[in-house]
């Protein structure tokens, strides 16, 4: 199991001045506990993240304020972060620590995976209908992604369902089981494309200098008319 060291928060120093020194302030709550207001290393915080994510249990190595190592070690989801908007660094997490005797849902990110053929050598597009799923499971059985093998996308006729995807034993997946998770789609003709705006836009043309052609026509005919009829030299 991941471990995360952790302190317990000195009040008396706000979150601005807990960043400042590299620590991120965060609390934990859950099943059978108070809420404990924490304090970790910033740099643990985010190595463990990426192993862990908000499916994986983690364990916190808990010290007092003074330092001292305490009994009380919660074993806890990541229920929330939240990020600075311009760095991107951790600003508060949210522990949960859950019941280990009950089932408790998450979402997870689906990890796409191989090379598929229809992509490679026909030209086609790999269309992704899902980038996470909704998973059942005791909180000692979560896992941390669900891997996606596209390799099996051979033509474009075939389709990877959510029935097709590979969880361990004790895991449940709660989604439709036809859903669609993945296909490839076939390239489309450019030339298709571009043909049917272009021959509107050339029939719209068109129809605008017939008009325009006629209608100078007439009033370039009129004009001659009237100047040959009141010409002197012809009478």
Same mark, same amino acid.
């Given at each position: 199991?991941?471990?995360?060291?952790?302190?317990?928060?000195?009040?008396?120093?706000?979150?601005?001045?807990?960043?400042?020194?590299?620590?991120?302030? %965060?609390?934990?709550?859950?099943?059978?506990?108070?809420?404990?207001? #924490?304090?970790?290393?910033?740099?643990? $915080?985010?190595?463990?993240?990426?192993?862990?994510?908000?499916?994986?249990? =983690? &364990?916190?190595?808990?010290?007092?304020?003074?330092? &001292?190592?305490?009994?009380?070690?919660?074993?806890?989801? =990541?229920? &929330?972060?939240?990020?600075?908007?311009?760095?991107?660094?951790?600003?508060?997490?949210?522990?949960?620590?859950?019941?280990?005797?009950?089932?408790?849902? /998450?979402? =997870?990110?689906?990890?796409?995976?191989?090379?598929? #053929?229809?992509?490679?050598?026909?030209?086609?597009?790999?269309?992704?209908?899902?980038?996470?799923?909704?998973?059942?499971?005791?909180?000692?059985?979560?896992?941390?992604?669900?891997?996606?093998? =596209?390799?099996?996308?051979?033509?474009?006729?075939?389709?990877?369902?959510? &029935?097709? $995807?590979? /969880?361990?034993?004790?895991?449940?997946? #709660?989604?439709?089981?036809?859903?669609?998770?993945?296909?490839?789609?076939?390239?489309?003709?450019?030339?298709?494309?571009?043909?049917?705006?272009?021959?509107?836009? $050339?029939?719209?043309?068109?129809? #605008? %200098?017939?008009?325009? @052609?006629? @209608? %100078?026509?007439?009033? %370039?005919?009129?004009?001659?008319?009237?100047?040959?009829?009141?010409?002197?030299?012809?009478?």
């Amino acid at each position: 199991m991941l471990e995360l060291s952790a302190q317990v928060r000195n009040e008396d120093k706000n979150a601005k001045a807990l960043r400042r020194e590299g620590l991120v302030p %965060g609390v934990v709550y859950g099943y059978k506990m108070d809420n404990l207001s #924490i304090q970790m290393d910033s740099v643990d $915080l985010e190595k463990i993240y990426k192993e862990a994510g908000e499916s994986t249990l =983690i &364990k916190i190595n808990l010290k007092d304020e003074e330092g &001292k190592k305490v009994k009380e070690t919660p074993t806890v989801l =990541i229920q &929330k972060t939240q990020e600075h908007p311009i760095t991107d660094d951790f600003t508060h997490v949210d522990f949960y620590q859950p019941n280990l005797e009950e089932k408790v849902e /998450v979402e =997870i990110p689906l990890e796409f995976v191989g090379q598929s #053929i229809a992509v490679k050598d026909e030209d086609g597009t790999l269309v992704r209908n899902l980038s996470e799923v909704t998973i059942e499971a005791l909180p000692e059985n979560l896992i941390h992604d669900i891997q996606v093998d =596209i390799s099996v996308l051979e033509t474009f006729d075939d389709v990877i369902k959510v &029935k097709d $995807l590979g /969880v361990p034993e004790g895991v449940e997946i #709660i989604e439709d089981d036809e859903a669609v998770v993945a296909l490839v789609s076939r390239p489309q003709d450019i030339d298709e494309q571009l043909e049917e705006p272009l021959d509107e836009e $050339l029939e719209d043309v068109e129809v #605008i %200098g017939e008009d325009e @052609e006629e @209608e %100078g026509t007439e009033e %370039g005919e009129e004009d001659i008319e009237v100047e040959a009829e009141e010409d002197p030299k012809e009478e």
